[in-house]
């Protein structure tokens, strides 16, 4: 079983910033790719931005600019830095991992989540 633990999330006044971080532990063999979801109240759960293991990143438009992901595999960490935050993006935050457990099985694991609230 791989554990994801999200932290950072909190209350933010608009144009503030917030530093999201996610640990992964467990029976881990390899994580291929870490991201970033969100999900506000009465939306689907949207992509805010993935990264591979070598550093490729994939950001959604709506956070290009103002949001860095970034990750440490040695700690299987990954952390969103936000910056320039709007009261749009108020949500929960959940991280994500893709990999092989110890037993080269393929896993995808969720953290439990953090709230973000941006007040205008």
């Known amino acids: 079983q791989v554990q994801l633990v999200e932290s950072g999330g909190g209350l933010v006044q608009a144009g503030g910033s917030l530093r999201l971080s996610c640990a992964a532990s467990g029976s881990i063999y390899y994580i291929s790719t870490m991201g970033w979801y969100r999900q506000a109240p009465g939306k689907q759960r949207e992509l805010v931005a993935t990264?591979?293991?070598?550093?490729?990143?994939n950001d959604a438009d709506s956070v290009k600019g103002r949001f860095t992901i970034s990750r440490d595999n040695a700690k299987n960490t990954v952390y969103l830095q936000m910056n320039s935050l709007k009261p749009e993006d108020t949500g929960v935050y959940y991280c994500?991992?893709?990999?092989?457990?110890?037993?080269?099985?393929?896993?995808?694991?969720w953290g439990q989540g953090t709230q973000v609230t941006v007040s205008s």
């Open positions: 990264i591979t293991r070598g550093g490729t990143t």
């Open positions: 994500n991992a893709v990999g092989l457990t110890a037993l080269r099985a393929p896993f995808s694991s």
